[in-house]
């Protein structure tokens, strides 16, 4: 082997698995915690009432459409074609259940900008305040939801 070959040989041993460790870690990287403002820059954010599925437990439906393209609640005034949904993150507080987005760029593991909801455990039936967690800590109530089987 001439020594162009054994170079291009330990490039790529080296090269190709540190890209490839690159793109994995992105969504690590730039997963964001949306603030309130900004779910309503992009059209705001619809929670509908919660769903009991058999052997899955409680599920939230939780619509928002990071890009800006789709009037949820409220006109849209920002786009991001750049951004995905990483997921719909919740807490449990006594009767309140907290809510945020967590959004990324896109890529082949989150290609889209829309949130479909949150798996919820440990609920018991009863009426629950639904909030949106900023990350400051403040919260803003959206509506209140009832959970019985």
């Not at 992105?26 to 919660?50: C, K, M, R, Y």
């Not at 919740?90 to 990324?104: F, H, L, P, R, T």
Request: hydrophobic share 40%.
């Amino acid at each position: 082997m001439n020594k162009f070959k054994i170079h291009i040989f330990i490039i790529s041993i080296i090269l190709i698995p540190s890209v490839a460790l690159c793109f994995s870690l992105t969504d690590i990287f730039t997963a964001n915690h949306l603030d309130w403002d900004f779910i309503q820059n992009v059209g705001g954010l619809e929670v509908s009432d919660p769903e009991y599925k058999l052997g899955e437990g409680w599920y939230l439906p939780v619509k928002c459409d990071v890009s800006g393209l789709q009037f949820i609640t409220t006109k849209p005034t920002a786009l991001n074609s750049t951004l995905a949904t990483k997921g719909v993150k919740a807490q449990v507080k006594d009767n309140k259940i907290q809510i945020w987005v967590i959004s990324c760029l896109v890529s082949k593991n989150h290609p889209n900008p829309v949130t479909r909801g949150v798996q919820l455990k440990n609920i018991k039936n009863g009426k629950y305040q639904i909030e949106y967690l900023n990350k400051d800590g403040t919260s803003v109530l959206i509506k209140e939801v009832e959970f019985k089987q």
